[in-house]
Every structure is written in C-alpha cells, then in structure tokens.
Nanobody, 127 residues
Framework: QVQLVESGGGSVQAGGSLRLSCVAL????????MGWFRQAAGKEREGVAS????????YYADSAKGRFTISRDNAENTVYLQMNSLNPEDTAVYYC????????????????????WGQGTQVTVSS
C-alpha cells in the first residue's frame, strides 16, 4: 500500500509560479512511475506530467511543456511539479498518482497504470 500526500497548492495570479509536492508513504516499490494529473471543474481528469523512479525521459502534456517541470527525490520518496507562467486555464485540482509499472511514452497518462492516488490539492490562478 502507498499513501500519497500532496501539498503546495494555493492561489496565484496569472504569470505566477507554484511548486507542488507529493510524498509517497508506505510501500515505495509501488511508486515506480509517479505522475501529476489535474481536473478542472466540469472537465475530465487529464495527465500533466510523469516520471519514473529509475530516471529516463519525463513526459508532459502539451499544455505543460515549457512551463512545468516534474522531478523526484527518490531518497525522500517525493515528486515535485514546478509550475511557472501559470494562467487561469491551469486552475484545477491537481492529483499525484503512483504506479508499480514503469511508464512510457504510450501510457504515461493512462490512469489505469496508476494504482494509487492522492487526495488532490487545489490550484487557482486568477487573471
């Protein structure tokens, strides 16, 4: 079992930055691939970024490329999402997710590969 605890959400003006953190507690072997998803009001959940425990490529949604950076500290069992140049369209609840399998280009944002989800943290960007 893995418990994911997110932090770092909040309110920011357009153009600002936020850094989300997610610490994995418990069976860290089950947190091979870790990712960030988001869900805006009235919309489906979408993948934002993902990263594997063993390094290698990171994966970003088109909306996140060039503005967001995902990273992880394996020693601390923590994954981060640095979000810059935020705009109102980034307003959503952001969820951390972890899965036992390595994620790749074809499945980085497939919810089915993630067996564990955090409770979510709200990010609100005002214009």
């Amino acid at each position: 079992q893995v418990q994911l605890v997110e932090s770092g959400g909040g309110s920011v003006q357009a153009g600002g930055s936020l850094r989300l953190s997610c610490v994995a507690l418990g069976d860290i072997v089950s947190s091979n691939c870790m990712g960030w998803f988001r869900q805006a009001a009235g919309k489906e959940r979408e993948g934002v970024a993902s990263i594997n425990r063993g390094g290698g490529p990171t994966y970003y949604a088109d909306s996140a490329k060039g503005r967001f950076t995902i990273s992880r500290d394996n020693a601390e069992n923590t994954v981060y999402l640095q979000m810059n140049s935020l705009n109102p369209e980034d307003t959503a609840v952001y969820y951390c997710a972890a899965g036992i399998f390595r994620c790749g280009k074809g499945n980085a944002f497939a919810p089915a590969i993630y067996g564990y989800w955090g409770q979510g943290t709200q990010v609100t960007v005002s214009s």
